[in-house]
């Protein structure tokens, strides 16, 4: 099963993906969590936004093909067997693309080879509150709230298309991760492995 969070910088991802984690662990059911920046490509790519030496074309590809690698390094069994739990997926490459005047299109051609997600939540904060949250200790490129409301304005603009499930990510963490198991729980009740193996049977 796919799982994808959709998110701006900052709206406590690294807690949430962990308690969803440990939530199912205890559950005898298989996590896991696959984040940007930790195939080779993708920390070539870190070390390239932390110099700025970053276009937004150059973002798209090389996004893209960091999530390929990852995509590459999951067997099918392990989508039949696991929650495989995507910190950021396509719908981020959309909105981070479009924020900064990409064609839409022309970035969802770029990934148009990766399978839908099964489940996906978009955890909306503001963009005031993602800079309040940021931190030096933190990688985060440093972004002004302007464009952070751009970036946040181009995901609600995709929601419906990338069935994106609606969170409201200022609530408190507790409620957060409430609402996104009670999600991903109705979906397992609703299509059961099943499901999971029919879909997974696609090529991308």
Known sequence: ?????????????TTLVQMIKEYYMKLDIPVEISKEFETNIGKELKQMAKAGTLDPILKAYLFATDRYIRMKNITNDEFKEKIMLFDRYVPSALAYRMAEGVDKNWVANINSIFPKADLGFFIDITPEESIRRNTDTKFNIKASAEHLAKVRNAYLSIINENNLIHVN???????????????????????????????RKEKY
């Open 169 to 199: 990510g200022m609530q408190p963490i507790e409620y957060i991760f409430d609402e996104v198991i009670s999600n991903i729980e109705e979906y397992r009740k609703r299509y059961g492995k099943r499901r999971w193996i029919i879909k």
């Open 1 to 13: 099963m796919l799982v994808i969070l959709e998110r701006l910088n900052n709206c406590l991802k």
